[in-house]
């Protein structure tokens, strides 16, 4: 049954042999094809991580721009923003809480982190810094409506550990930003 593969006419080669390069092209494209398949899907994966990782540094650094705005609140600077103010009384200086502000604040954070959704991609050290600042303007905010102050303007921080540790919180704030919003070089691989 075979032997007319292997046994050809007188004087010509065998059929097999003229049938080695056709078998050796389909092998050799089919061989192609499959790398070149093979290279275009890891291709593929490699690109969808690259992207995945621009929209999240993208999201990162839009997060960051969102809490850099919401440090006006923490400044040192009395200006329309500014919680914490320094005030003299005569021969004394006090630290109070400006009412308004506090609670524009409050508001400001809520909308940062969860209507605009900042809160995801915050790094934890910048959004648990914020949340302490948040944290201590709403301790001083709640004393005082329990101490039925809760019309007053200003309310006066009695503690300064409280201002000690919320001029530590804006610096570390300014440094984490810092750090976070600057470009890394090795995260892009």
Same mark, same amino acid.
């Given at each position: ?33 499959? %790398?070149?398949? =093979? ?35 923490? *400044?040192?600077?009395?200006?329309? !923003?500014?919680?914490?103010? /320094? =005030?003299?009384?005569? /021969? ?5 809480? =400006? ?9 400001? +954070?809520?909308? +940062? ?8 991609? %915050?790094?934890?050290?910048? !959004?648990?810094? %914020?949340?302490?600042?948040? *944290? ?8 005082? !409506? =329990? ?19 919320? /001029? ?20 892009? *691989?």
């Amino acid at each position: 049954m075979l032997d007319w593969l292997f046994d050809p006419v007188k004087n010509s080669k065998p059929y097999w042999l003229e049938l080695l390069p056709i078998v050796i092209t389909i092998a050799l494209a089919v061989t192609g094809y499959w %790398m070149a398949f =093979r290279n275009w899907k890891k291709q593929k994966r490699e690109e969808l991580r690259i992207l995945a990782n621009q929209h999240r540094e993208a999201a990162r650094i839009a997060a960051c721009k969102a809490v850099w705005a919401l440090l006006a609140y923490f *400044s040192e600077k009395e200006h329309s !923003r500014t919680v914490f103010v /320094q =005030r003299e009384d005569g /021969q004394q200086t006090n630290w109070f809480l =400006r009412c308004a502000q506090a609670q524009d604040y409050l508001k400001a +954070v809520e909308e +940062v982190f969860f209507t605009q959704g900042h809160g995801i991609f %915050m790094p934890p050290a910048i !959004r648990d810094g %914020m949340y302490e600042f948040r *944290s201590r303007v709403y301790r001083i905010l709640e004393h005082s !409506r =329990r101490q039925g102050n809760s019309d007053d303007e200003l309310i006066v921080v009695k503690n300064p550990e409280v201002i000690a540790k919320i /001029q530590e919180l804006r610096e570390k704030l300014r440094q984490d930003l810092r750090a976070e919003s600057a470009y890394k070089f090795d995260d892009v *691989s």
